[in-house]
């Protein structure tokens, strides 16, 4: 089901309030070519905390900066120990309603792309393609020194091998998949080197302080530039890396749409933010437009 768009954007500075009503979804998606910008909000139904919604981990948790895990040998230990417990459990998430249905919208061919500030690999257990991850993936590990690449299962294995036993209960679980431990239960965690060099292992993702690379950047501006409108689910908005593509569409006149709890620092430039909860909101959409609501989408 195609629907005609009639999104018109206004560029009054004012924040849109915020509402129940749909039809702000439906009438983008029916018109096609949306753009979707996924945050945290949408794997938060996966069992996934988010950073600053009601309950948020930033409350509690500050998470590792690029500079201190570079710098910090006990840094390091201490963020793979939290790591290496917190995948046990993040690598278990499965998609949820919310990750099906951006699949379901894909595949009836109503998304021109999908960017995604996550980094749990959800939107792609879900079924969908070609997703951009913004700020990278924890599936994968990378050398800081000679820049080789490694599966997280394989270093995951080798980090069960050189730390037999440890098997800490966490406080909570974070989006980044990093779990709180205190000082004496990180205890002396094991680290273990690159198997190519024996340099130092990061995970394949963008930490705090670290900047997303240029060329993604360019990639996801120019999916912005060939999108009808942007479609924005479970994101706050609040770090640069994703609201700079929600100003890139205003700016060049295309509708923003914001499905998300709380207010956002984009909702100046939006049309309208919906509130609901966003497996219920995504799943009545598709239903609306006339897409199979068999319980997978």
Aim: aromatic share 6%; glycine share 12%.
């Amino acid at each position: 089901m195609r629907m005609r768009p009639t999104l018109n954007w206004t560029p009054t500075g004012d924040l849109p309030p915020g509402t129940t009503d749909l039809e702000p979804v439906a009438e983008a998606l029916g018109a096609g070519g949306v753009l979707v910008l996924s945050g945290a909000g949408i794997s938060t139904e996966s069992g996934i905390p988010d950073y600053r919604g009601e309950g948020g981990s930033l409350s509690r948790h500050t998470p590792m900066t690029y500079q201190e895990f570079t710098a910090s040998a006990p840094a390091r230990r201490r963020y793979w120990a939290r790591s290496h417990l917190g995948w046990r459990t993040f690598g278990r998430a499965r998609p949820n309603a919310g990750h099906r249905a951006v699949a379901a919208f894909q595949r009836h061919g109503l998304l021109s792309g999908v960017i995604t500030q996550n980094v749990d690999g959800l939107h792609q257990a879900a079924g969908s393609e070609g997703v951009v991850e913004l700020h990278g993936s924890l599936d994968r590990v990378v050398c800081l020194t000679c820049g080789a690449f490694t599966p997280r299962r394989e270093l995951a294995r080798r980090l069960e091998e050189a730390n037999a036993g440890f098997a800490p209960v966490a406080a909570a679980m974070n989006p980044d998949g990093d779990a709180d431990l205190t000082d004496e239960q990180v205890g002396d965690f094991h680290v273990v080197p690159c198997t190519v060099c024996g340099g130092i292992l990061k995970p394949d993702v963008v930490f705090f302080g670290e900047s997303v690379p240029p060329s993604r950047v360019a990639h996801c501006r120019a999916l912005v530039d060939g999108a009808t409108s942007l479609l924005v689910l479970g994101s706050s908005l609040t770090v640069m890396s994703g609201l700079r593509f929600v100003r890139h569409a205003a700016q060049a006149g295309k509708p923003v749409v914001i499905v998300n709890r709380d207010p956002t620092r984009g909702d100046q430039h939006a049309v309208a933010r919906v509130t609901l909860p966003l497996g219920t909101a995504l799943t009545t959409v598709a239903e609306q437009l006339g897409i199979p609501g068999d319980g997978t989408l």
